[in-house]
């Protein structure tokens, strides 16, 4: 088969989930209903950041970052994946432009990335939190929390773009099928007909140091935490923690997990390594707001001011002139 240059290839064709068009409908409205609820569930998350005083903290601040990071990245590859679905009716492929293609492998890896950053930074603001409490206040200051989210967005731009640069340099071949429901990085370097040892260089050494320093970051804080809390064993602490712990590394075994298989330890690419995809690119974002928010007080009591909020202010769009009379008597 005759290689055809980079310049030449106007489009990509993606041959999305493997499933049985009888079946397609019902999928359809699976990830539809997951990917609004992401949306749903992350913008809900970043409003009520924004909206209560109380919960502009540290903490708070990642997770609004987190939401929009998981947001977005769900938001890369979810409607492709159901333009898809639903053009898979009349064809089995679906096309996606060259710049299309390219586009949506950059945004995928630096949200993908701020991710996985933003995690480490979740991890070591508990640390800070829960064995040195005395001097979070100092240490976790508004100028290094935003020192930490700048570097985050900073270094995950700069390795979408490398990875972006490199492949753009490549050649493709005649097949331009991508096995996958979205441009993954190593969908396409299996089309290139030249020579990938450096992306592939690239990819186990800049991709595995970062992976793997941010999981040392997040293990080595919360063993860290373990350590502080089991030299006061108490039952209430150590539900508290296992609780909140517990949550945040079944995320992050479910994140880090599939993303080791997909890229370290797949020899091809066949439909576990699809469901390992789909694992983190919709249903991850999708348990964050829940996991990390939706059980919390903090969140809880945000939530119910925010209707009672709701409620007034339609109690007074229905009733104008009581609610005039209310607050002339509440003034005089």
Same mark, same amino acid.
């Given at each position: 088969m005759r290689?055809?240059?980079?310049?030449?290839?106007?489009?990509?064709? *993606? /041959?999305? %989930?493997?499933?049985?068009?009888?079946?397609?409908?019902?999928?359809?409205? /699976? @990830?539809?209903?997951?990917? *609004?609820?992401t949306v749903l569930g992350n913008l809900l998350i970043i409003l009520l950041i924004r909206l209560d005083s109380r919960l502009h903290?540290?903490?708070? @601040?990642? *997770?609004?970052? %987190?939401?929009?990071?998981?947001?977005?990245l769900s938001s890369v590859t979810v409607p492709k994946m159901l333009m898809n679905m639903h053009t898979r009716q009349q064809s089995i492929s679906y096309s996606i432009s060259y710049v299309g293609c390219i586009s949506q492998l950059y945004f995928f890896v630096l949200f993908a990335g701020l991710d996985n950053f933003l995690l480490a930074v979740m991890a070591y603001d508990r640390y800070v939190a829960i064995c040195h409490p005395l001097h979070y206040a100092t240490i976790m200051r508004k100028g290094l929390c935003t020192l930490l989210v700048a570097g985050a967005w900073v270094v995950s731009s700069g390795s979408a773009l490398l990875h972006t640069l490199l492949l753009v340099r490549l050649s493709f071949c005649a097949n331009i099928t991508i096995t996958h429901f979205f441009c993954d990085l190593t969908a396409l370097l299996k089309l290139s007909c030249s020579d990938i040892s450096l992306n592939m260089l690239v990819i186990f050494l800049e991709g595995g140091f970062i992976y793997l320093l941010s999981l040392g970051t997040i293990l080595g804080s919360y063993i860290r935490i373990g350590t502080i809390i089991l030299k006061v064993p108490s039952t209430k602490r150590l539900l508290k923690a296992f609780s909140t712990c517990g949550s945040h590394l079944f995320v992050v075994s479910l994140y880090y997990g599939t993303l080791a298989g997909i890229y370290f330890f797949s020899s091809s690419w066949d439909s576990k390594d699809i469901i390992a995809s789909v694992m983190y690119t919709v249903v991850t974002p999708m348990l964050n707001p829940f996991i990390y928010s939706l059980r919390n007080r903090d969140i809880k009591q945000a939530l119910e001011m925010c209707d009672r909020r709701f409620n007034f202010f339609k109690w007074q769009s229905q009733n104008p002139l009581t609610a005039v009379r209310s607050t002339v008597r509440y003034v005089s």
């Open positions: 290689p055809e240059n980079q310049s030449s290839v106007s489009e990509f064709l *993606l /041959l999305g %989930l493997p499933i049985r068009p009888g079946q397609q409908g019902v999928f359809f409205s /699976l @990830f539809l209903g997951m990917y *609004l609820t903290t540290p903490m708070y @601040f990642f *997770l609004s970052h %987190l939401a929009f990071s998981d947001m977005s």
